[in-house]
């Protein structure tokens, strides 16, 4: 997979591309600056998202849903290592079979 273009460069292009005349097309934008056509319109698409302007997931709302995952996904191993941690202890602090007390 190559390596993702920098957002700069995105967002450059994003804008050459809307505020270009109407007699030029997307496809000739991409290619002036070496990227595909359906890969511009994916870039458009998102700055709509981003700019309010279309319904979807903004790129912080993203990263943050990522972070959440992840730290969601490391409580739950806390959690099981405790359940664990404290089965083991209560087994541990039964009286032995046969054992007896005086």
Do not use: H
Request: glycine share 4%.
């Amino acid at each position: 997979m190559p390596a993702p273009y920098p957002q700069e460069f995105r967002d450059d292009v994003v804008r050459v591309a809307r505020n270009r005349e109407p007699s030029q097309k997307l496809s000739q934008i991409a290619k002036d600056f070496g990227i595909s056509e359906s890969c511009l319109t994916n870039w458009m698409r998102q700055a709509d998202v981003e700019d309010g302007a279309r319904p979807g997931t903004t790129r912080e709302e993203s990263s943050e849903l990522r972070d959440l995952r992840r730290r969601n996904r490391l409580l739950e191993q806390e959690n099981e290592v405790l359940r664990r941690a404290a089965a083991y202890l209560s087994q541990a602090n039964l009286p032995g079979k046969g054992s007896t007390r005086s």
